[in-house]
Nanobody
Framework: QVQLVESGGGLVQAGGSLRLSCAAS????????MGWFRQAPGKEREFVAA???????RYADSVKGRFTISRDNANNMVYLQMNSLKPEDTAVYYC????????????????????WGQGTQVTVSS
C-alpha cells in the first residue's frame, strides 16, 4: 500500500525558512517524478515544484529562487527547502507522485499525479 507522509510544516515569520519532508513507502519511487503542491483556503490546489528521477526540476514562477526541491532515492524521500517565506505562501502543502515510469517531462498539472499525502500546514505571518 502506497503511503506518502509529509512533515516539517509550521508557523514562521515572513522572511523565515522551513524544510518540508515527504516519506514515501509501499513501493520504490526512484524512477518517478515526485512533487509538491499547495492549497490555500478558498483556492485551487496549485503546483509548487517537482523533481524527476534524473533530478531535473521544475518550479512555479512564484517560488523560483526561494524554494529548492530535492530527493533521496535510497530512502524514498523528497524535500522542499523554503526560504524567504511570504504570507502568500501560507497553505497546506501536499507531496505527490506521478507514476509514469522514467518520465522525462515534469508535469505541473495536479491530474498527472496519482498518489498524494495528507498535507502539512505552512503558515507565514507578516
Amino acid at each position: 500500500q502506497v503511503q506518502l507522509v509529509e512533515s516539517g510544516g509550521g508557523l514562521v515569520q515572513a522572511g523565515g525558512s522551513l524544510r518540508l519532508s515527504c516519506a514515501a513507502s509501499g513501493r520504490t519511487f526512484s524512477h518517478y517524478v515526485m512533487g509538491w503542491f499547495r492549497q490555500a483556503p478558498g483556492k485551487e490546489r496549485e503546483f509548487v515544484a517537482a523533481v524527476s528521477w534524473i533530478h531535473s526540476t521544475r518550479y512555479a514562477d512564484s517560488v523560483k529562487g526561494r524554494f529548492t526541491i530535492s530527493r533521496d532515492n535510497a530512502n524514498n524521500m523528497v524535500y522542499l527547502q523554503m526560504n524567504s517565506l511570504k504570507p502568500e505562501d501560507t497553505a497546506v502543502y501536499y507531496c505527490a507522485v506521478d507514476v509514469t515510469y522514467a518520465a522525462v517531462v515534469v508535469r505541473t498539472d495536479r491530474y498527472g499525479y496519482e498518489y498524494w499525502g495528507q498535507g502539512t500546514q505552512v503558515t507565514v505571518s507578516s
